[in-house]
T-cell receptor, first 113, second 112 residues
Framework: DSGVTQTPKHLITATGQRVTLRCSPRSGDLSVYWYQQSLDQGLQFLIQYYNGEERAKGNILERFSAQQFPDLHSELNLSSLELGDSALYFC????????????FGNGTRLTVT | EDKVVQSPLSLVVHEGDTVTLNCSYEVTNFRSLLWYKQEKKAPTFLFMLTSSGIEKKSGRLSSILDKKELFSILNITATQTGDSAVYLCAVGRNSGNTPLVFGKGTRLSVIA
């Protein structure tokens, strides 16, 4: 158990809808990262937060947004969902904002129908 | 554009075989190379390599980095069915606070 908690585990929704994925980092970790994993693309970095502030941004669509709250949990919001958004979304955390070992949650599997 | 390429994409071996997984990279401001094992869910950390030529070992797994040729290998000896997983290679950079860049992974299947 990595200590990173993601909810929900599974989510099935229709195109055009909006969903929120939640992540609680390991105790003491200040950085939260969001990754998207689809079959053909591997793990794609979306966004990183460190102590409440956005630190790095990857190939995150404008329809997606995230934030990190004062208690350090993070939420990833996906809106106007399309079939191609179906994927496994991972949250990871690390102690600092630099490149250290990431600890991954078990992911949220999103299916858009 | 930064790139991490793993080969082969998939591999099927018999229990007891030795396998070598490859990872090559092209990134700016290289800092470290990491290997993760992903079974059904979360990737779990295996090794972090920062220096060339120094082998890291954990049981039957070992890994080494060549910073001149820009690649790393992950060796698994005496494979077991429990080694079946996707093995991910990731590269960390020194520039700013950029995250790990992952390869697409090698899917290893070990059959009895």
């Amino acid at each position: 158990d990595s200590g990173v908690t993601q909810t929900p585990k599974h989510l099935i929704t229709a195109t055009g809808q909006r969903v929120t994925l939640r992540c609680s980092p390991r105790s003491g970790d200040l950085s939260v990262y969001w990754y998207q994993q689809s079959l053909d693309q591997g793990l794609q970095f979306l966004i990183q937060y460190y102590n409440g502030e956005e630190r790095a941004k990857g190939n995150i669509l404008e329809r997606f947004s995230a934030q990190q709250f004062p208690d350090l949990h993070s939420e990833l919001n996906l809106s106007s969902l399309e079939l191609g958004d179906s994927a496994l979304y991972f949250c990871a955390s690390s102690t600092t904002s630099g490149v250290e070992t990431l600890h991954f949650g078990n992911g949220t599997r999103l299916t858009v129908t | 554009e930064d790139k991490v390429v793993q080969s082969p994409l998939s591999l099927v071996v018999h229990e007891g075989d030795t396998v070598t997984l490859n990872c090559s990279y092209e990134v700016t401001n290289f800092r470290s190379l990491l290997w993760y094992k992903q079974e059904k869910k979360a990737p779990t950390f295996l090794f972090m390599l920062t220096s060339s030529g120094i082998e890291k070992k954990s049981g039957r797994l070992s890994s080494i980095l060549d910073k001149k040729e820009l690649f790393s290998i992950l060796n698994i000896t005496a494979t077991q069915t429990g080694d079946s997983a996707v093995y991910l290679c990731a590269v960390g950079r020194n520039s700013g606070n950029t995250p790990l860049v992952f390869g697409k992974g090698t899917r290893l299947s070990v059959i009895a």
